[in-house]
Structures are given as structure tokens and as C-alpha cells.
Nanobody, 125 residues
């Protein structure tokens, strides 16, 4: 399995931006679909965004479309989540995920092979 470590979380005011990074080790991610999930207090973990192994295909949950962008650099074994125009409802722990499945199947938590430890994102109003 690939090991994932997230970074880039923090506290930001509403309307601000953050960029999360997820660096993999143990295996190259070039054959993995990658993605991001989040979990807010009292809520279930939910899918946020996924990207195909080549980076050519992406998919987002409706609430972040137009504000978040997922992209990857396979030469650095890293995937990113650029988050713009943040709102308080985006407050959550964000998890990086990987799976050797088509990207759309990675929107289902049961198909995730590897999870990162999570990074906290807090958006103040």
C-alpha cells in the first residue's frame, strides 16, 4: 500500500484560500486514482474531489464545484487540493485517499485503498 501524508491545513477567514498537499511514499502514485475526503464534527466522512491517474479527469462534490481544484504531479508523487472562496461549511478534517480503481469508484469510501492521517481546515466567519 501507499502511505499518504497531508499538509497545508490551517485557520483561514471566509473568502480566503488554502492549498492542501498530499505526498505519497512506498509506491509511485502514477497508477492510482487519488482524491480528497473530509469529515466535519458530527458528520460522516464525505467525498470532496477525485482525479484520474493521469490527471486528465476530475470530479467534485456539488458543494465545492467552481471553488476547489484537484491536481497532481506524479513526478513529485504529490496530489493537491486548491481551495478558494472558502466558507465556514468547509471546516473539516481533510483526508487524502488513493485507490487502484477508476476515479469515479474512488468516490465510494469502501473502494479506497489508502487513507492519510488528515489535516484540519477551519474557516472562520
Amino acid at each position: 500500500q501507499v502511505q499518504l501524508v497531508e499538509s497545508g491545513g490551517g485557520l483561514v477567514q471566509a473568502g480566503g484560500s488554502l492549498r492542501l498537499s498530499c505526498t505519497a511514499s512506498g509506491r509511485t502514485i502514477s497508477s492510482y486514482s487519488m482524491g480528497w475526503y473530509r469529515q466535519a464534527p458530527g458528520n460522516e466522512r464525505e467525498f470532496v474531489a477525485v482525479i484520474s491517474w493521469s490527471g486528465g479527469g476530475t470530479y467534485y462534490t456539488d458543494s465545492v464545484k467552481g471553488r476547489f481544484t484537484i491536481f497532481r504531479d506524479n513526478t513529485k508523487n504529490t496530489v493537491y487540493l486548491q481551495m478558494n472562496n472558502l466558507i465556514p461549511e468547509d471546516t473539516a478534517v481533510y483526508y487524502c485517499v488513493a485507490g487502484q480503481v477508476p476515479r469515479m469508484l474512488l468516490t465510494t469510501a469502501q473502494r479506497v485503498d489508502s487513507w492519510g492521517q488528515g489535516t484540519q481546515v477551519t474557516v472562520s466567519s
